[in-house]
């Protein structure tokens, strides 16, 4: 099966909060891109539900993507980010592009449309 991606994931177990309608669930990212992350979950979220996704990387610094919840698996979810400020912007490209194999490809990444 081809790779549809547009975007390269890393991967890295990062501890969160994703919020769906005001519900906090308590999960780690099995991996990340700049357009969405594969989060585990117990128990998962609804499909298609609107959610935040909340990540602390510092006492001064939280990454915080809006987005909905496109896939639902038997030990994970996708959540595909459909809006974040610029500081999380900013310190998530820096932390993909820090752990990604190739680097160059995620400078090109962000010449693209970001949410699409």
Not at 2 to 22: D, I, Q, T
Not at 45 to 51: A, G
Not at 54 to 78: C, F, H, K, T, Y
């Amino acid at each position: 099966m081809p790779n549809r991606r547009k975007r390269s994931r890393v991967f890295g177990a990062y501890e969160g909060m994703l919020e769906v309608r005001g519900v906090p669930w308590p999960v780690r990212t099995r991996d990340i891109s700049l357009k969405g992350a594969l989060i585990v979950a117990s128990p998962a979220p609804p499909l298609k539900e609107r959610c935040v996704l909340s990540i602390p990387l510092a006492d001064d610094v939280l990454l915080r993507m809006e987005g909905i919840i496109v896939r639902v698996g038997q030990s994970d979810i996708a959540m595909d980010f459909t809006a974040m400020d610029e500081e999380t912007y900013g310190h998530l490209a820096r932390l993909v592009r820090l752990r990604a194999e190739n680097a160059d490809a995620i400078d090109r990444e962000e010449l693209s449309e970001p949410f699409a």
